[in-house]
């Protein structure tokens, strides 16, 4: 499967690992931004297999970890209210809140459903023209596209029983509040491929410049992360601190600049 067993190759991950021991000659601390890359990252082991000073410290890329608590009390509160259909992603229903979680609402008798996708909750809208339905749309840049979307939808569609409780974050200011607090070690980044898809790159200059951190983007692939890792260790190694794109496959674009009309099999306009 394209992109799938190609970047899951054992023999070139092998050479990407003997690269990274081979340049590898101090202890460094590099923070892998999404929840996507630290799955990967543990369930092929590349954690176990990379030098023993080589520590990976897993970031705040998880929509779920970086929601306030304030959002989930309000969606709890929501939740809670005759006449509403309450629609969220699974892994929100256990997060807890002041007192409480989606999972306990639910219980209460409250109509909590999970949803695959805000079309998902849309379309539940449209079936029950008499209740209010609610999407909480919550994640980082990626989201934040699918949700706006349907809204577009849903006022094309004359939909006026729908709406979305909103908790959209960006990761530049995440690196930024990791960075300035007092207790980091961290000494360089992964970025994410897809974020970078969806919003370009251009902020992260600044960023690695500011802060004297290497920001290198990478995939979520098993030799995505390898040469990232690789990438990123030769920039410490060598006193840089630039931002790399280890993810030319995906349109890392600068802000600005169209996407190009063959990515996803989307037209550019």
Request: charged share 20%; net charge positive; proline share 8%.
């Amino acid at each position: 499967m394209k992109y799938l067993e190609e970047f899951s190759d054992p023999e070139l991950a092998g050479r990407l690992l003997e690269q990274i021991h081979a340049v590898t000659t101090r202890p460094w601390s590099i923070m892998e931004v999404c929840g996507g890359q630290t799955h990967s990252l543990i369930r092929h082991g590349i954690d176990q297999l990379l030098p023993a000073g080589v520590e990976m410290i897993h970031g705040p890329g998880c929509p779920v970890c970086v929601t306030p608590l304030e959002i989930i009390d309000r969606a709890l509160e929501i939740a809670s209210r005759p006449g509403v259909i309450f629609c969220s992603f699974g892994d929100m229903l256990r997060v807890p809140g002041s007192g409480r979680d989606l999972f306990r609402v639910k219980s209460t008798g409250a109509d909590v459903r999970v949803v695959y996708s805000p079309l998902d909750a849309l379309a539940i809208a449209r079936q029950n023209p008499d209740r209010q339905v609610v999407f909480f749309g919550i994640g980082f840049e990626t989201t934040a596209p699918a949700n706006a979307m349907t809204v577009y939808q849903a006022r094309r569609c004359g939909v006026r029983n729908f709406s979305l409780l909103v908790s959209h974050v960006l990761v530049p200011p995440a690196i930024a509040a990791i960075m300035e607090s007092p207790s980091c070690r961290v000494q360089a980044f992964l970025a994410a491929g897809h974020v970078c898809s969806a919003m370009g790159t251009g902020q992260y200059p600044d960023l690695a410049r500011r802060y004297r951190v290497p920001i290198v983007v990478t995939g979520f692939e098993p030799l995505d992360l390898l040469e990232g890792i690789r990438r990123t260790v030769m920039q410490l190694e060598s006193g840089r601190h630039e931002l790399d794109n280890a993810y030319p496959r995906g349109p890392c674009r600068r802000p600005g600049t169209r996407r190009p009309s063959r990515c996803c099999g989307m037209s550019s306009r």
